[in-house]
Nanobody
Framework: QVQLVESGGGLVQSGGSLSVSCAAS????????MAWYRQAPGKQRELVAE???????TYADSVKGRFTISRDNDDTTAYLQMNSLKPEDTAVYYC?????????????WGQGTQVTVSS
């Protein structure tokens, strides 16, 4: 069973920066898509950013130009660099790892890390 451990959340002022990371317990990491989701109180979980096996990235419109997703296959870790943070970015951020061909069967989630942006 693959385990994902997130770290790096915290409290930051509006306009500040924060980086969160997601460490995977298995070397199969390099064969999986990595994604970051977030869920704010009273709202549905939403996709923030995603990076494919070959490094192609996609972003939610709300974070384009401010957030950057990356991955290090040697360290089996994914990162989300968040700049120009806004209060509306406040949420629990979850790491997601899935196999593109077998998404339903091979799909893993981290425990979440809180990001709070004060105004």
């Amino acid at each position: 069973q693959v385990q994902l451990v997130e770290s790096g959340g915290g409290l930051v002022q509006s306009g500040g920066s924060l980086s969160v990371s997601c460490a995977a317990s298995d070397s199969v990491f390099s064969y999986y898509v990595m994604a970051w989701y977030r869920q704010a109180p009273g709202k549905q979980r939403e996709l923030v950013a995603e990076i494919t096996v070959d490094g192609k990235t996609t972003y939610a419109d709300s974070v384009k130009g401010r957030f950057t997703i990356s991955r290090d296959n040697d360290d089996t870790t994914a990162y989300l660099q968040m700049n120009s943070l806004k209060p509306e970015d406040t949420a629990v951020y979850y790491c997601n790892m899935y196999h593109e061909k077998f998404r339903r069967q091979l799909n893993y989630w981290g425990q979440g890390t809180q990001v709070t942006v004060s105004s």
